[in-house]
């Protein structure tokens, strides 16, 4: 049997590495917490803001689409920083990682800028899209978003520099600087919310003075990290297109996600202000399960990152293989709570009745694709560590896009049921989920193979692996 043969199908025998698993656990738990502490700035400002209402929610809701759309653009420059440091720092090149995030760094600000500049001139048409047919929420939305549209600046530098520094393998700073702003946002939220009187205006300044000072403390962290520290090396405009030829892809994708998300808000609005508000908490609720995952998906394209960059192969796949582990325990765990659960998770955020009983119905089939879900964004991580970008963001975009027609459909066969909406996203997720991961398997032996075509000597092709 030739090496090829063999070599690969001992690795899709070959047990998990335990210190494969532990470096992944190890670097994945502070970036989950980053990345729910990402999520949970909206979290904790609808958990105060459900106090004032379901109306009051549905305007958060509504203006934080826009909010997402900043960080689907932010990606652009993120993802590939990201996974550019990792390789750099595989390669053991220190002058490269320096030179990506000196490159970025300006890159990003400018970005965050223009786009706050073009909401806040577009607000109160922005918001008209999402068609909420209340006047006075739509006035709301529109002035809670030209407030917390002042924190895209500083969260948009936030996110880089957490990829950045995920990327070169220090996943803990980024957790304890979130960590700070975080409770700083829990302590002022109530504080400027009810004691101040400002209502929804109180949680989008509780956003921006928690998003800054993050971002002054990244800058600290960063001039206390000599071998990413950008000092001694030139913008390099190259660096720039590179890191913006691996985001490009993530880019499209997660703009084109929170279209569709607005998209189909409008269409959620004809069942009413309380569908809309139903659905925004019930994307926090499902935080529970895709931030989870996605703290090990970068996890997973860190360690991923800088064995591609060693041409560590092997390592490559089993933290692949770790990964798919992973997302099965937080899926299976996931769909049981959100499915025997509904009602009593939904009760946190919203209490009245309707509002309960509508997110039920909402969890309960969400909860179907929750492991699929976790299995996308696993594979998403492999490809990201691997540097191809563009696979997880076709699959995503086409599949997403999807839901549109899906919904469309099923509203007219279920005689106007908005449950045909969740299943309509439900099911996308299921099949972006099974296919992403197959893929992944697939490519990669391909890749495999066509490696192992030029020599069947383990050395060429793996000289970090043990004959």
């Not at 470096?23 to 729910?36: G, Y």
């Not at 325990?329 to 509002?355: D, H």
């Not at 989920?433 to 032996?445: D, E, M, N």
Request: charged content about 10%.
């Amino acid at each position: 049997m030739t090496f090829r043969k063999t070599y690969f199908s001992g690795i899709l025998k070959k047990s998990h590495s335990d210190s494969n698993l532990k470096q992944l656990m190890q670097l994945a738990f502070p970036v989950i917490a980053v990345s729910f502490m990402s999520m949970a700035y909206n979290f904790i400002n609808i958990f105060f803001v459900g106090r004032l209402g379901s109306n009051a929610v549905a305007a958060v809701g509504s203006a934080s689409f826009y909010m997402n759309l900043s960080w689907g653009i932010s990606a652009l420059l993120t993802v590939g920083a990201g996974i550019k440091v990792s390789h750099a720092v595989g390669e053991k090149n220190i002058q490269l990682a320096k030179s990506y995030v000196r490159s970025g760094i300006l890159a990003i600000i400018i970005v965050a800028i223009v786009f706050y500049i073009l909401i806040a001139a577009a607000s109160d048409y922005l918001i008209g899209f999402v068609k909420l047919n209340n006047q006075e929420i739509e006035q709301s939305a529109s002035s809670y978003l030209i407030w917390v549209g002042l924190s895209i600046p500083f969260s948009l530098q936030n996110l880089f520099f957490t990829n950045v520094f995920i990327g070169y393998g220090d996943s803990r700073s980024p957790f304890r600087i979130n960590a700070i702003a975080f409770c700083l946002n829990i302590l002022l939220d109530p504080l400027l919310i009810f004691y101040a009187g400002l209502g929804i205006k109180g949680a989008a300044i509780a956003t921006i003075l928690s998003q800054a000072l993050a971002t002054l403390l990244f800058y600290r962290k960063l001039n206390q990290t000599q071998a990413i520290r950008p000092t001694g090396v030139p913008f390099r405009r190259v660096l720039l297109k590179n890191i913006i030829g691996l985001g490009i892809s993530p880019a499209i994708q997660r703009i084109s996600f929170t279209i569709v998300a607005i998209i189909m808000a409008r269409i959620i609005s004809n069942w009413g202000s309380t569908a809309i508000a139903v659905q925004k908490v019930g994307i926090q609720i499902e935080a529970i399960s895709y931030m989870t995952a996605g703290g090990f998906m970068s996890a997973l394209a860190s360690i991923s990152g800088n064995a591609f960059g060693a041409l560590d192969y092997n390592k490559q796949w089993k933290t692949f293989r770790s990964g798919m582990l992973l997302a099965f325990l937080i899926g299976i765990i996931t769909s049981s709570i959100f499915i025997a659960f509904p009602g009593t998770l939904f009760s946190i955020f919203l209490k009245e009745t309707e509002s309960i009983n509508m997110g039920s119905e909402y969890l309960t089939i969400l909860g179907f694709s929750q492991l699929f879900t976790c299995l996308e964004l696993m594979a998403t991580g492999a490809f990201f560590g691997w540097g191809r970008t563009n696979i997880p963001a076709i699959t995503g975009i086409s599949l997403t896009i999807l839901r549109i027609p899906m919904a469309l459909l099923f509203i007219h066969l279920w005689q106007n049921s908005l449950s045909s909406i969740w299943w309509s996203i439900s099911i996308s997720s299921i099949a972006k989920g099974t296919i992403l991961s197959t893929l992944y398997i697939i490519l990669f032996k391909s890749f495999i193979n066509k490696h192992n075509q030029l020599s069947y000597e383990p050395s060429v092709l793996f000289p970090r692996l043990k004959k």
